[in-house]
T-cell receptor, first 113, second 114 residues
Framework: GQQLNQSPQSMFIQEGEDVSMNCTSS?????WLWYKQDPGEGPVLLIALYKAGELTSNGRLTAQFGITRKDSFLNISASIPSDVGIYFCAGQLLAGNNRKLIWGLGTSLAVNP | DTGVSQDPRHKITKRGQNVTFRCDPISEHNRLYWYRQTLGQGPEFLTY????????KSRLLSDRFSAERPKGSFSTLEIQRTEQGDSAMYLC???FGGGGYEQFFGPGTRLTVL
């Protein structure tokens, strides 16, 4: 099935560092969602973006909806150990007529205390 | 505030057996989704309900899979004659039908087929 290109695949950083990850597609999206998933649990919604160019923050997390509507990025500032997990982007196609989300393969984040 | 709940959290079964999972969505959400997730992958869409109507099914949902949402509240996903390839995390999500696309997930049911 269709997937988003999410990068990097994995990151290993020191506590306190900033993190950036992104998702790109050749298709136009009207919604971008960012989720975090811990092992053995379901994804937890972090940020939802609905407008091109929109920049939204949730605590230390900031996400942007790309101007071209084909990409989005997520930044985490001053990382802490509990940021460890897998981060997924998901999007709703502009041409889509249902509520099905297209998912990236995830970015695995490890934080060294 | 009660989120999406799923039962059971873990299920181990022998190949060929039938299994049924339950999902209780957030109470005011009229849309409910089932996904399957394997290691290293994002969730894969299986099916979607709006109230009690099943509006879309993925090609991944073979004839051994069936989902119901009889009263537009909780949903069940049944897998008949399980195969080892069915081993995965089965996730349920719900959303409010007011136009937003935000889906809220339950904790998942981990299925292991021996």
């Amino acid at each position: 099935g269709q997937q988003l290109n999410q990068s990097p695949q994995s990151m290993f950083i020191q506590e306190g560092e900033d993190v950036s990850m992104n998702c790109t597609s050749s298709s136009i999206f009207n919604t971008w969602l960012w989720y975090k998933q811990d092992p053995g649990e379901g994804p937890v919604l972090l940020i939802a973006l609905y407008k091109a160019g929109e920049l939204t923050s949730n605590g230390r997390l900031t996400a942007q909806f790309g101007i071209t509507r084909k990409d989005s990025f997520l930044n985490i500032s001053a990382s802490i150990p509990s940021d460890v997990g897998i981060y997924f982007c998901a999007g709703q196609l502009l041409a889509g007529n249902n509520r099905k989300l297209i998912w990236g393969l995830g970015t695995s984040l490890a934080v060294n205390p | 505030d009660t989120g999406v709940s799923q039962d059971p959290r873990h299920k181990i079964t022998k190949r060929g057996q039938n299994v049924t999972f339950r999902c209780d969505p957030i109470s005011e959400h009229n849309r409910l989704y089932w996904y399957r997730q394997t290691l290293g992958q994002g969730p894969e869409f299986l099916t979607y309900f709006q109230n009690e109507a099943q509006l879309e099914k993925s090609r991944l949902l073979s004839d051994r899979f069936s989902a119901e949402r009889p009263k537009g509240s909780f949903s069940t996903l049944e897998i008949q004659r399980t195969e080892q390839g069915d081993s995965a995390m089965y996730l349920c999500a719900s959303s409010f039908g007011g136009g937003g696309y935000e889906q809220f997930f339950g904790p998942g049911t981990r299925l292991t087929v021996l």
